[in-house]
């Protein structure tokens, strides 16, 4: 049977198979035309899988923690129409990486996907420089969102001594580090488990942006007007011409509506995932991009004096709105909120780099690779993996404690090296799909607006990392210089030295592919590659 059949006969069952128990067979064949042996239980329905993939951009949460560029940049109106700009660009890379996500569903994710879209002699060392960014993109995604819990935290405890305690760094990084140990605790469990806990994010969420969009237009007795919200303009970053400024408020939905292919680090645990997998991105996708719009057109409406909420003492101008609207309890509440659902983006986000550590590891593109390709036998789930991403998160953050500068700047590498992990598989589907001929669509495509969605989420990019490499602020100093420029050409000189220096390519051929019959005789003689413990 060939790839091509094996998604064929994922279309054509879609709606006939009436249990999990099919479900995971019809996966497992997969994997295994694919050429790798099945060893997680695919646990995660349609439900958790939407779940997961919405926690992700945890909305509420990260325009909590990203409300400031918005502010800055523009006022109310930069809040709005950038959200719909930005949204629009974000939402051409998501709907592609869920399309090759459906072709592929591994826990490789779109890395794997280069063994079918780049000549073979080419296949090593793009694979190696997209797995790299990928992987870091995602290590420092991790530190960013548990940092950020943990600012919220803090601004909750900060209210709630009526604004007199002031976080310190120390005291952020290590409320960050019980932070994430805690979300490494969550991910020590099994799939099943896994899948109980993350069926209530979503539910959970919207719940929260509801009773808030509510409780915004009932209490704020002074709303702007309408002319306030969506015409004028006002820039508090410094940059000239405002129209320039502006631009700075696509970063807020950036950091929202990114890491669009976590869903497909789990693919290999969720039923039917050639389908669902791809299903629940774009689900997940438009329901964060019209919920997000709404829920930033209320804020404008209701966020009263601008100067109030950027001076705020906290630091955060979203926990002063609702302090400003509700009082200390209301504030308190809303910020805690925040911070429930900033966990839950951050268990979903350890949980998808783990699989991903472990995918590379069985390609052998992570030093030490058969250490972190080890499952542990009670939970079926790679442990060592899991707590290998909590020590490189905890060190990353351990950075805040000597300058709050250079860890943003690591943190403004995710959504960039993220994405460009994206863009390098969609730029190959471009350039080489019809020639190179081993590419074939999932049962879950973008039909005849493929292409046109593929270039304009490369177009996209482009423009994005731009705003991305630049200083938010005038004037630039040393302590609000963007250095992610920096950190972004460390890391691919990084994977380039370790390539040619390191003694990479003697051994790393790319995405492992075997015979279907080769690795069914593995796994009957129990000389399967996996090592359990």
């Known amino acids: 049977m060939t790839i091509k059949q094996a998604q064929r006969n994922s279309t054509d069952n879609k709606d006939t198979t009436n249990s999990s128990g099919d479900q995971s067979d019809q996966g497992d064949q997969q994997i295994l035309e694919l050429g790798y042996q099945p060893v997680f239980k695919r646990e995660f329905g349609r439900l958790a899988s939407f779940s997961f993939a919405f926690s992700i951009s945890a909305l509420y949460a990260t325009i909590a923690t990203t409300m400031i560029y918005g502010l800055q940049a523009g006022g109310a109106p930069a809040l709005v129409w950038c959200w719909l700009i930005a949204g629009a660009g974000c939402m051409c890379i998501g709907l592609s990486v869920a399309e ?14 280069l063994k079918y879209l780049v000549p073979t002699t080419h296949v090593p060392l793009t694979s190696w420089i997209c797995g790299w960014l990928n992987f870091l993109g995602q290590v420092a995604g991790v530190a960013s969102t548990d940092y950020g819990c943990a600012q919220l935290l803090l601004a909750a405890v900060s209210l709630g001594s009526d604004l007199r305690y002031q976080p310190t760094a120390a005291h952020t990084v290590g409320v960050t580090a019980a932070i994430i140990i805690l979300h490494g605790s969550i991910n020590s469990l099994s799939t099943k488990w896994l899948d109980r806990i993350t069926k209530w994010y979503a539910i959970f969420h919207v719940a929260v942006l509801t009773s808030a969009i509510i409780t915004l237009l009932v209490c ?34 950036s950091w929202a509506m990114t890491d669009y292919d976590a869903t497909a680090h789990i693919a290999e645990e969720i039923q039917n995932a050639a ?83 472990f995918a590379y590891s069985r390609d052998e593109l992570l030093p030490f690779s058969k250490v972190w390709l080890r499952i542990n036998s009670y939970t079926q789930t790679p442990l060592l993996a899991v707590w290998f991403n909590v020590a490189l998160a905890i060190g990353i953050d351990l950075i805040g404690l000597g300058s709050t500068t250079a860890i943003v700047a690591i943190f403004n590498v995710c959504a960039i090296a993220l994405d460009w992990s994206y863009c390098i598989p969609i730029i190959c589907k471009l350039v080489y799909s019809s020639s190179v001929g081993g590419y074939t669509q999932g049962p879950w495509n973008l039909g005849r607006f493929s292409r046109l969605m593929n270039a304009c989420a490369v177009i996209w990019t482009f423009f994005a990392t731009i705003i991305f490499l630049m200083p938010t602020n005038r004037p630039v100093t040393a302590e609000n210089m963007n250095y992610a420029v920096v950190i972004l050409i460390g890391i691919f000189l990084f994977s380039i030295i370790y390539w040619y220096v390191g003694g990479a390519r003697k051994h790393y051929i790319g995405p492992r592919i075997k015979h279907e019959s080769e690795e069914k005789n593995k796994i009957h003689n129990g000389t399967d590659s996996v090592t359990r413990f």
């Open 220 to 253: 704020q007795k002074e709303k702007h007007s309408a002319k306030y919200v969506f015409v004028d303009v006002q820039s508090h970053s410094g940059w000239n011409p405002v129209g320039f400024s502006f631009l700075f408020g696509f970063l807020s939905v």
């Open 100 to 113: 090759l996500v459906s072709a592929y569903p591994t826990s490789g994710g779109l890395y794997f996907t």
């Open 275 to 357: 389908i669902r997998a791809p299903q629940a991105i774009a689900s997940a996708l438009f329901l964060t991009y019209g919920l997000g719009f709404i829920f930033n057109i209320v804020l404008a409406f209701t966020m009263g004096d601008i100067n109030s909420l950027l001076s705020s003492p906290t630091g955060q101008p979203f926990v002063q709105l609702f302090y400003n609207v509700l009082g200390v309890k209301g504030g308190i509440a809303f910020t805690v909120f925040a911070f429930i659902i900033l966990n839950f983006c951050g268990i979903a986000a350890l949980q998808a780099n783990a699989r991903t550590i």
